[in-house]
């Protein structure tokens, strides 16, 4: 009864949220589309950050309890009305390593991301391609390297923004991952805005099988709500935190980790904070 009345609170969330978003007037004020206009007009961005979280949580799966750090980093080409292309780097390094996996300090996981983004009235969409790659593997408890495709889309305005993702991995699960969810920021002062995120996560049967086996079907496989913050130091360094809470809601595969995985857990609130610059 407390599992469903649990996925019953995460799909209204995100239901009302779509609905008032989709009636709402999305034009921006003046000053914020002047302040966009000017962001935009710079021809290359680059942002550097990292992230120190309690744990590394990914689409449910606890894939280490313990603390990691995770540096990222983005450049993009700004093609003003025709978009946006970036290339994104992602790595993550535990602090406390799993056994057998001792190598490289640690790095377990690098990422590599070409993407492209574009505005279509009150639409932000997105596709991008990215390579899962593990540069520590030593024995047969890591995956191999894989290959997936990401399409996005979210509703811009001013209030709740709803937003869509789908995960096409073609390499190894050869399944989907798809994610809904909502995202809400405020900026409390100028140099400080509070956030708050929403979001529930399926897949197909070819993605739960390969990812938690137990003969799982199509169906829920994560949930999330996460709050988080970030101080503008200057105009390009800041410091963000966050904390989440992560559920897996179905019961097929509750309980069904890697066996790398210490200690299973379906249900963990974990988080942390970020140092990043960006011009």
């Known amino acids: 009864m407390k599992k469903q009345s649990l996925h019953n609170a995460f799909v209204c969330l995100l239901v009302i949220g779509f609905i008032f978003t989709a009636s709402a007037q999305t034009a921006q004020p003046a000053d914020e589309k002047l302040l966009q206009k000017e962001k935009d007009e710079n021809l290359f961005s680059f942002e550097c950050y990292v992230d120190l979280y309690s744990a590394y949580v990914w689409r449910g799966l606890v894939l280490t309890e313990n603390p990691v750090w995770q540096p990222n980093a983005n450049l993009g080409l700004n093609l003003d ?8 780097f992602f790595a ?13 300090g640690g790095l377990d996981e690098i990422d590599y991301t070409l993407g492209y983004e574009f505005d279509v009235s009150f639409l932000k969409l997105g596709i991008a ?3 899962w790659t593990y540069p520590s593997v030593t024995d047969s408890a890591y995956e191999a390297s894989t290959r997936d495709i990401n399409l996005n889309a979210e509703i811009d ?4 923004i709803p937003f869509v993702e789908v995960d096409i991995d073609y390499a190894r699960a050869d399944g989907i991952y798809g994610l809904m969810g909502l995202r809400k920021e405020v900026q409390i ?11 529930l996560g399926a897949g197909t049967n070819p993605y739960t099988d390969y ?10 496989v994560d949930g999330n709500l996460a ?11 800041y410091l963000g935190a966050k904390i989440v809470y992560t559920a897996v809601l179905d019961n097929d595969i509750q ?9 299973p857990k379906d249900h963990m609130i974990w988080g942390g904070i970020t140092f990043g610059v960006t011009f």
Request: net charge negative.
């Open 255 to 263: 309980g069904v980790y890697p066996e790398y995985a210490n200690n």
């Open 211 to 220: 990812y938690f086996g137990n003969n799982s079907k199509s169906g829920l």
């Open 157 to 160: 305005n001013d209030y709740v």
């Open 81 to 88: 009305e025709y978009g946006k292309l970036y290339t994104a």
């Open 227 to 237: 709050l988080y913050s970030q101080f503008d130091i200057t105009d390009h360094i």
């Open 189 to 199: 002062v100028d140099q400080l805005m509070v956030g708050a995120e929403a979001t």
């Open 129 to 131: 391609h990215t390579w």
């Open 92 to 104: 993550n390094f535990n602090t406390s390593t799993r056994p057998g996996h001792n190598h490289c």
